[in-house]
């Protein structure tokens, strides 16, 4: 049997590739994504076509209850989950503060921070039993400083990092690993800088610093390090690292 | 008109405090916490004996609407709040993952990172229309790294860290200034570490690192700090500073 | 007899407005600076017309024993020095790799982090002895993050946070209060912005960002935060905190 | 021809297995170290046993011109450097302040500053008409907190951190790929913490924390991470990463 890589939040950028990594070295990747069932399935036929196994949900994270069932029941029909990629962002473009609402504000919340509480308060338990585990968080710049009109992104990843921090701190003896993946510039994904920026927009951006140029950072290639960090030995664990395309300043350039 | 300094979370420690130095200092004081209506009242009746002026409110922070109906009262019918002291904690102790409920790290959310949200929505567009401002925000270490059983405290901590960060951003050159105080120490107040150690663990700490051994940090001086970066010329703003005790290590060397 | 603020770094900017600062608040002001006698000396005249007192020095900080000679001798003849201020800059301005020498490198790391060892080296014995003093280091943004250009000045004052945070761990138990002081932003300083970009381009930015629109930094205004957080209760210390005018993004924002 | 990865500072710990890494990877491993003749002719003996190819050079770093003729001696006779790795510590153990003499201050910046100012200045120019290079630098805690007792070690490796922000910051759109990766933990190395501790207390601690206990981080599967790091795509690249034993809290937790 697989073991199994649990994506939440797998669209065609770093879920989706990333879940496609997992699943060309050994594991059953277990899909999960809000929307877009024919996207969802695209994927799965594209993992089976190359020789690996997976499955897809639509997951609405935000619900009730939604994380925590389904990972009961991955657990109980799959197989146990040995690595958790937490992919959800919270990205909702820059507003200055009169024009991010309380619900805009608290959706961040419950994306970003709530949402891997929940996921860590579903599968931390069943991984301290079996004393192994992985957890993958993607996060973002706005997890180390507030910008102009972040105000809901950049609470909802402040929190989650200082909550990937908790984790490690509890359960890294454990044998859980935790890491914090600190995204720091474009992802060439589009769904959701493709969402944010529009079509016409985003295929200007990607002509201008896509592909051959490597200005945005390509999913496929991002991949290779989650999938990396996610087999290091655990006498040499890393808990965070950034990523960035080598065109682009780092945050703290900028 | 004496200027408006708004204390949310005015108990005996930090708050109460701060709020005796601004009315010390010519303001106003308005005192808003949850509970301990004979508190309130003995701190507003201290400050008038002082010669300063104040007045209480008991004021639930989580109730939708509370913060924003209290900001409007006040503006409306004392004054223009030129200060507001964001004092509300959301320490509940070190619990592990399994013993930290959903509603617990809600509650810490709300209280460290969305009230500051609402209070910041609620106070900013009249500050920006004045020009002026102050926010100043009591944090805590766990804005800064997450340790074992601080799950709920870290998440919110950092939220509101990077919440300040953001509103930072956008408000200093309106004339905002917004401040993170870093508290990395235990403060002599009975009303947090008190509560939460117990009167006889408080009053045993007091004995060992209170009074002439300067182990617990003293509210009534941290409130000289707070006052001081209040009133800082605006060519040379503080946006974050830390403040612990001199017997204490700071918290990267522990 | 007045106790003592040596300030090493005494120019017509930062140095020279806290060594006043100082002076008026009841210290005789030790003040050292690298040259300019008639500059000097004009200072001292200010403080002695203001009713406070001071002495001047030309010191080279990077000739060997010339601080620590300076200490023993103001220690000797004038008093005990209460108050260090460490104010040394190292800024050459953007010089890309291949335009900084080994000189340049090794003359930043003389200025911004030796000196400063030298300088605790000789004062920290007799503060530890007497069971208090205060050590204010001026240090700048590129201690907390490299910019292109700034291979020489980062790295020394890199060094110099650090050196920082060594001190407070061992001597802040002893009752030495180390500070850095990390000022974010163009000081409206001519011995020092003046002299980099020239006397034009100096007052062009005066012009535009100086007197009224506050967005130089004003070293008079700078001094009265040296001044409060040297006076803190040592309840209630100050390690780090920021310098920055209103108008100025903070560094991780640009 | 293959390509060459330059160590310095290639002794049994994370030096020379990263050594054998990229060796095993398919480079050519150029190892330099200050002393012991044998173990670094045994080291290219392993390689060479393995199907590798290495040469071995005593080079000692502090002295003039020593790092700067041996990477052009390099280029001119074996190859162009691909990968330096920057290996050389500068921990002396912890010693307050009244123990640190001046010139163990200055060893610390020798050797973990400025000498990596001095290969840098060496590489990069060779790197940038390649339009493409990779510097790894092995760093420690050290150059993110300052601890009692670390005035030397801290001050050099702040300063080194900041170094690496300054050369990524000028050279990463060049295509020169710098990563400073931050080691918080004990490495099972002889040549270092061997040599800190003294075999007894070394053996000791190797039997508590080493082997199966993971305790000890194990350089040949630290090195794993150097490989992967320095193969990342350019639009994925990570600049700062940590590494620790599962065992072990992180440096922010103690």
Redesign the interface.
């Known amino acids: 049997m697989k073991p199994v890589c649990l994506v939440i939040g797998a669209g065609a950028g770093i879920g989706g590739n990333v879940g496609k990594r997992f699943a060309a070295g050994g594991y059953h990747a277990v899909l999960c994504r809000r929307s877009d069932e024919e996207g969802l399935q695209q994927l799965v036929a594209e993992i089976e076509a190359a020789g690996g196994s997976a499955t897809g949900y639509l997951l609405n994270a935000v619900e009730q209850g939604s994380i925590e069932e389904r990972v009961a029941a991955v657990e109980e029909e799959i197989g146990p989950v040995e690595v958790v990629i937490y992919n959800l962002g919270a990205q909702i473009g820059d507003r200055?503060?009169?024009d991010?609402s309380?619900k805009a504000?608290?959706m961040g919340?419950q994306l970003a921070?709530?949402g891997l509480?929940?996921t860590?308060?579903a599968v931390?338990?069943k991984m301290e039993e079996r004393g192994k585990g992985v957890i993958l968080v993607t996060s973002a710049t706005?997890?180390?400083?507030?910008?102009?009109?972040?105000?809901s992104h950049?609470?909802?990843?402040?929190?989650?990092?200082?909550?990937?921090?908790?984790?490690?701190?509890?359960?890294?003896?454990k044998?859980i690993?935790v890491v914090h993946v600190l995204i720091d510039g474009m992802v060439?994904a589009p769904d959701t800088l493709g969402k944010m920026l529009g079509p016409e927009l985003f295929q200007d951006l990607r002509k201008q610093r896509g592909g051959e140029q490597?200005?945005?950072?390509?999913p496929e290639?991002?991949a290779?390090?989650y999938f990396?960090?996610a087999h290091?030995?655990?006498?040499?664990?890393?808990?965070?690292?950034?990523?960035?395309?080598?065109?682009?300043?780092?945050?703290?350039?900028?």
């Open positions: 200055p503060l009169a991010t309380y504000f608290e919340w921070t709530f509480f929940r860590a308060s931390c338990p706005a997890a180390v400083r507030g910008n102009a009109g972040q105000h950049a609470a909802a990843m402040g929190g989650r990092r200082m909550l990937c921090q908790t984790l490690n701190a509890q359960f890294s003896r044998g690993h060439d490597d200005g945005l950072m390509l290639q991002m290779e390090t990396h960090v290091q030995h655990r006498s040499a664990w890393t808990h965070e690292l950034d990523l960035r395309a080598f065109s682009d300043l780092a945050w703290w350039n900028h």
